[in-house]
């Protein structure tokens, strides 16, 4: 089983849509989560910090169930710029930056 | 200021050959990590760098090193390489050792083993 599992992709979704992408993790002592976004032959970028209580920046809403061991990313109003893979990323602590990433989700918005 | 730098960008190679991979973190930085990229699939962790000395290193080959300088550059070193190691090298840098999840990128360096 692998370490961080994604939703296979790709969404292809219009313009205005809201999308949403799905993460499980299988070490329950995973310490901290993330979501990052690679664009197409580009280095990975952090876009949000995931936490428990449930975080929102601007368009983007990430929630965190430690219970089920699940992450989810919301995108509300999809822009063509959101077109990219969005990265399922757990860091497992322990005092050095080791970060498991996901697969991806690649998200295509056409207009 | 200026990002994480890796060079070079892209290089071939062919089976048996060795590979340096060079990576200049962002000023102030005193961590990098590297990370290996095939395609379709997630960064794989290689290794963490703090302060000169090893601090973390993935599920890799021993024909894997890498060192970092005084200066907190780094180096990644693959001996004997393998059609296998065909892939996006990233190298990253974080301010500090651990427990965060930003790390900043450099744009990589693709290799190509024939």
């Known amino acids: 089983r692998k370490e961080v599992e994604q939703d296979p992709g790709p969404f292809n979704v219009p313009e205005g849509a809201t999308v949403a992408f799905n993460c499980t993790y299988s070490n329950s002592a995973s310490q901290s989560f993330f979501w990052y976004r690679q664009d197409c032959r580009k280095e990975p970028k952090l876009l949000m910090s995931?936490?428990?209580s449930g975080n929102e920046d601007g368009r983007f809403t990430a929630q965190l169930n430690r219970a089920s061991q699940y992450i989810s990313l919301l995108i509300r109003d999809s822009k063509l710029s959101d077109s990219a893979t969005y990265l399922c990323?757990?860091?497992?602590?322990?005092?050095?930056?080791?970060?498991?990433f996901g697969a991806g989700t690649r998200l295509a918005v056409h207009p | 200021d200026a990002g994480v730098t890796q060079s070079p960008t892209h290089l071939i190679k062919t089976r048996g050959q060795h590979v340096t991979l060079r990576c200049s973190p962002i000023s102030g930085h005193k961590s990098v990590s590297w990370y290996q990229q095939v395609l379709g699939q997630g960064p794989q962790f290689i290794f963490q760098y703090y302060e000169k000395e090893e601090r973390g290193r993935g599920n890799f080959p021993d024909r894997f090193s890498a060192r970092q300088f005084p200066n907190y550059s780094s180096e990644l070193n693959v001996n004997a390489l393998l059609l296998g190691d065909s892939a996006l090298y990233l190298c990253?840098?974080?301010?500090?050792?651990?427990?965060?999840?930003?790390?900043?990128f450099g744009e990589g360096s693709r290799l190509t083993v024939l």
């Open positions: 990253a840098s974080s301010p500090r050792q651990g427990d965060t999840g930003e790390l900043f």
């Open positions: 990323v757990v860091n497992l602590g322990g005092g050095y930056n080791k970060l498991i």
């Open positions: 995931v936490y428990s």
